[in-house]
């Protein structure tokens, strides 16, 4: 098995009909992503029977209901410092679950390809925006970015990927980002 530098999981949209919610979790599942995390909005419910087609998809992956409330172990946005003192509160409590660094990304072939992507997503707009809190620019740029939080002592990257039509080319970038000669690259 090659070498991979961090787990991936990638953020369904909550706003997506079932059906494209179903192909991202099947994307990921192939492409060997951790997990597949279901947004729960405050004071709503999820459809057992979507949630089991959503387990049978994202298979071997693991389905997570994330309803935003669990902040210990997560850092919410690309800052090594962050990163770094989430780590050391991880280690001084002795948790044994990793640190996900849980953050929108918008990466592509030129940097105004990743301009583009999150440009078109309405959900990226301030702080949200991968340029502002998340991983963005070229697939060399994004590749710096993710060996940081590595550094630093993230163990699992959490993504939000731009709305695409092309969110097949999307997951392999950002399961790129992580195997091949990214580990090769990584030095404490």
Do not use: C, W
């Not at 409330?69 to 003192?85: E, K």
């Not at 970015?145 to 392999?172: F, I, K, N, W, Y």
């Amino acid at each position: 098995m090659a070498a991979q530098l961090l787990d991936l999981a990638v953020m369904l949209r909550a706003d997506a009909d079932p059906t494209e919610r179903e192909l991202v979790a099947r994307l990921a599942g192939r492409l060997g992503y951790l997990a597949v995390h279901v947004p729960l909005p405050e004071g709503s419910n999820l459809d057992p029977v979507e949630i089991e087609r959503l387990m049978e998809a994202a298979s071997p992956a693991m389905l997570v209901v994330d309803d935003g409330s669990d902040n210990v172990g997560i850092v919410r946005r690309n800052d090594s410092a962050l990163v770094r003192r989430a780590r050391e509160r991880l280690d001084e409590l002795e948790d044994a679950r990793p640190l996900i660094v849980a953050v929108p990304i918008s990466i592509g072939r030129t940097f105004n390809e990743a301009v583009a992507r999150a440009d078109r997503d309405p959900r990226f707009v301030g702080d949200a925006h991968p340029r502002e809190s998340g991983i963005f620019g070229t697939f060399e740029q994004a590749q710096e970015q993710v060996l940081e939080l590595a550094r630093a002592g993230a163990e699992v990257l959490l993504v939000t990927v731009p709305h695409e039509l092309d969110v097949a080319d999307v997951l392999a970038q950002v399961k790129a980002l992580v195997v091949g000669a990214t580990p090769a690259l990584f030095d404490r």
